[in-house]
């Protein structure tokens, strides 16, 4: 069993250093979803083979984009992850909204639109819940406050037009850009999205503070109500 044992041990750190040799030799991307996964938990518990793990998890969750936005009990509850492994794949996602989050923050908004897009669906595309998020802009359109108004059930959450425009009162606001998503993946506006859109646009035009957008974003894409002229 020692034996065993020990040659386990032995071909799983050559397995891991063929990884580390195609990742240091061609990057990322000749890395398949399994193995960019197994390699990050590799890290977190360096004496086991972790890619029974990595394919379990991308199973569970449907992919990276599931993984990566999962919340923390939903992955601890994964057979076989730890709190060291569960931090390893939450501090990645954190360091991959940190960069997109200051590409959005580095120029105005509505020239930089593409950035934004790649932030809210890195963030929101496959959460489980509605998120609601209210992106707020100084008089030159560069972001001030990323604002996450909260999380509701699966399919509804909440965004109450008094505390949105109280909120850009006190903030300053000139503009906002609202945001949630579709956990069902589609993407499609409902006649509830419209309405409290118009209503916060209405409220918001008596005190000189505007509505560029809103967004749905959703894992089969997004949708901006401005372009498809329901504002």
Not at 9 to 16: P, Q, Y
Not at 38 to 62: N, S, W
Not at 88 to 109: D, G, H, S, Y
């Amino acid at each position: 069993m020692a034996e065993q044992d020990a040659k386990a041990a032995h071909d799983g750190a050559g397995h891991r250093a063929r990884l580390r040799q195609k990742l240091a030799d061609a990057g990322g991307e000749a890395l398949l979803d399994h193995e960019l996964i197994e390699y990050l938990l590799a890290l977190a518990i360096p004496r086991r083979d972790t890619k029974p793990l990595a394919k379990l998890l991308l199973r569970e969750f449907g992919g990276i984009g599931g993984l990566m936005t999962a919340d923390w009990q939903a992955i601890a509850r994964v057979p076989g992850m730890g709190d060291t492994s569960v931090a390893a794949i939450k501090i990645v996602q954190a360091t991959a909204l940190r960069m997109l989050r200051n590409e959005v923050a580095a120029r105005p908004v509505l020239a930089n639109w593409q950035a934004l897009l790649d932030y809210l669906r890195a963030d929101m595309a496959h959460l489980g819940v509605e998120r609601v998020r209210v992106l707020h802009l100084n008089s030159r359109n560069m972001l001030i406050r990323d604002d996450h108004m909260g999380d509701g059930s699966i399919d509804q959450a909440a965004i109450y037009t008094r505390e949105v425009i109280r909120r850009a009162i006190d903030l300053g606001s000139a503009a906002l850009i609202l945001v949630h998503n579709h956990p069902s993946g589609d993407p499609s506006p409902s006649r509830q999205d419209i309405d409290v859109t118009r209503q916060i646009i209405d409220a918001g035009k008596r005190l000189n503070i505007s509505v560029h957008d809103h967004v749905i974003i959703a894992g089969q894409g997004h949708v901006s109500l401005r372009a498809k002229g329901l504002l």
